[in-house]
């Protein structure tokens, strides 16, 4: 069954690469009470997928498999 939704979850990537990431590991957004620490955090898969699917939708698909099969 693990199989399945890795095999599911690698096609939603090519299709919509933020949504594929999203699905496996969800948004972390930042309140605005720890926007201070903001600088300290590392990005989220999500966010960095969505900004390299901003860039160019073939980064964005290659990162979205790379963070889901890893």
């Known amino acids: 069954m693990a199989g399945t939704a890795n095999c599911i979850d690698i096609i939603i990537a090519i299709l919509l690469p933020p949504l594929g990431v ?10 605005l009470l720890s926007l201070i ?3 300290n955090l590392a990005l989220s898969e999500f966010w960095i997928c969505l ?3 901003i860039l160019g939708y ?3 698909i290659i990162y ?3 963070a889901i099969t890893k």
């Open 58 to 60: 073939i980064p964005g």
């Open 51 to 53: 900004l390299l699917t």
């Open 37 to 39: 620490q903001l600088f």
């Open 64 to 66: 979205a498999i790379y």
């Open 22 to 31: 999203f699905l496996k590991f969800g948004c972390h957004v930042v309140s």
